[in-house]
Nanobody, 118 residues
Framework: VQLQASGGGLVPAGGFLTLSCAAS????????MAWYRQAPGKQRELVAT???????NYARSVRGRFTISRDDAKRTVYLQMTSLKPEDTAVYYC?????????????WGRGTQVTVSS
């Protein structure tokens, strides 16, 4: 199983980006998917989670600005980021709880850099 994230880049404050993360491999089903981020010198933190029933949780710092969604047919999770702030600068990682046959495991994408200039 692989998670391939894309969509990062350099944007000015107030700008927007959409991240995508596609899962591939011999997947039976995908449970929770999420986005995390890690800024330089800081611990990795949860940004948003989306469950198979579409229930969602956001970190307080991004609520109202970021939107997580998923397309199970495409095995893809998205993160729409608006009103970006310099403090959103980080490497963004996608995460998934994925079942291969009857065994479930947690998987991480490699990360995509988001840089917001002031």
């Amino acid at each position: 199983v692989q998670l391939q994230a894309s969509g990062g880049g350099l944007v000015p404050a107030g700008g927007f980006l959409t991240l995508s993360c596609a899962a591939s491999g011999s997947i039976r089903r995908i449970e929770d998917m999420a986005w995390y981020r890690q800024a330089p010198g800081k611990q990795r933190e949860l940004v948003a989670t989306i469950r198979p029933d579409a229930s969602i949780n956001y970190a307080r710092s991004v609520r109202g600005r970021f939107t997580i969604s998923r397309d199970d047919a495409k095995r893809t999770v998205y993160l729409q980021m608006t009103s970006l702030k310099p403090e959103d600068t980080a490497v963004y990682y996608c995460y998934g709880v994925i079942y291969v046959a009857s065994a479930g495991g947690t998987y991480w994408g490699r990360g995509t850099q988001v840089t917001v200039s002031s």
